[in-house]
């Protein structure tokens, strides 16, 4: 790779691609956005759990001051058992982890402020652009179709999610489905009577049984997610397992079945190298790393490579050895998606109904490690190469 990053094309407008640019352009590197939807195309309508490490790095980008508003800001996630009783507390985001807290805000808000940031910093978006494949790598940069016509620039970033295209120009792996499915709704939170009964802005309860499913193609489960009696079934299917809390919260969303979304769990087996050899087409987030949303962390791990790559790609000289350079940041950010993944193994248990739970855990228990990593949260509040700063 060249010493100098003339421009980066990036593909993907999600949060990752998205918090990428606006870091890139923070360090003065020239960059662009492709994205394949269309400007108002609506999200996944889901929450997004920014921990104290993805808010720590939206600090860095003049975004957690914008969105803290819009959220609802805790320090500790609760596990609430069938009868409504409180099984576990999990510290995520105190004092003594970190200087930041937790916030849970919907996507779409998320990923209209990252927007508006782009406009502010006259970052150019193309959407309707399709990627279609590289056609030439070399030293001096890389060449790809965009709806059929060839562009160019030094560097190529697949930010283009868990069925990334970009991905396939790397590697032929492909996500792994884990057996595990997520059912669930939102309710306001004073409908809900395990609730904190505190006045929450912004917030809504969410119901989000585990189930073990058969596998199914893409198609298959987009054809489910759009069939609103079967998924209220399931969801309703150990209706008589729950107690009062958990069953009044079946009721409620008996007159919400269109708002109930399935997320099928799955993952990304481990890659070799988020690089080409040549060092001009990277991926990161869920295209590199896609992890079970159990894990909270999925939109904080796609921020953490964001930061981190942007200062990378910035601290390249005429002395660097920059495939040695990329080689040293995916070891290091594999570190710490495979503890996130431990994290979220454990997490998926908890998850399941008690029967479900308990079979598992009798074929094998969950290791001491995997509990104490769920357990002492220091090293995900802990910066990763210097993600806090702004350098």
Known sequence: MANVIEDVAIIGAGLGGMAFAIALSQRS???????????????????????????????????????????????????KGPEGNT??????????????????????????????????????????????????????GIAFLINDRVERASVLVGADGIHSTVRKYLTPARPEYVGLVCIYGHLPTDEVSCSPKKPIKHARSKMNPGFTYPALDRGGWEALAHEPDKLYNMFCKDYEQWGPAGRSIMDLLSTR??????????????????????????IIGDAAHAMPPSSGQGVNQALEDAFTLSVLLKSLSSKTNANEALRLW??????RIDMTLKMA??????????????????????????????EDLKWLASPDMDEGTTN
Not at 45 to 70: E, K, W, Y
Not at 111 to 139: C, N, T
Not at 354 to 361: H, I, V
């Open 345 to 374: 193994e454990e997490t998926n248990v908890k998850r399941l109904p008690k029967a479900e739970r308990l079979a598992l855990e009798k074929r094998g228990p969950h290791s001491e490690q995997q509990r104490k990593i769920l």
């Open 87 to 140: 099984l576990n507390r999990i510290n995520i985001a105190t004092k003594e982890l970190s200087e930041y807290k937790g916030h849970r805000i919907y996507r779409q808000i998320l990923k209209q402020e990252f927007a508006a940031v782009l406009k502010e910093l006259k970052i150019p978006v193309e959407y309707g652009a399709k990627f279609e494949k590289v056609v030439d790598e070399s030293a001096d």
């Open 257 to 282: 079945k269109e708002g109930l979304l399935l997320w099928p769990f799955h993952r990304m087996p481990k890659l070799s190298s988020w690089a080409s050899p040549a060092g001009r087409v990277i």
């Open 330 to 335: 995916h070891e290091r950010r594999q570190d």
């Open 29 to 79: 590197i020239p960059c662009r956005i492709y994205e394949r939807r269309n400007e108002n195309s609506e999200t996944f309508n889901s929450g997004v759990t920014l921990g104290p490490n993805g808010s720590r790095v939206l600090d860095s980008l003049g975004i957690l001051q914008r969105i803290a508003p819009l959220s609802y800001q805790t320090e500790t996630h609760t596990f």
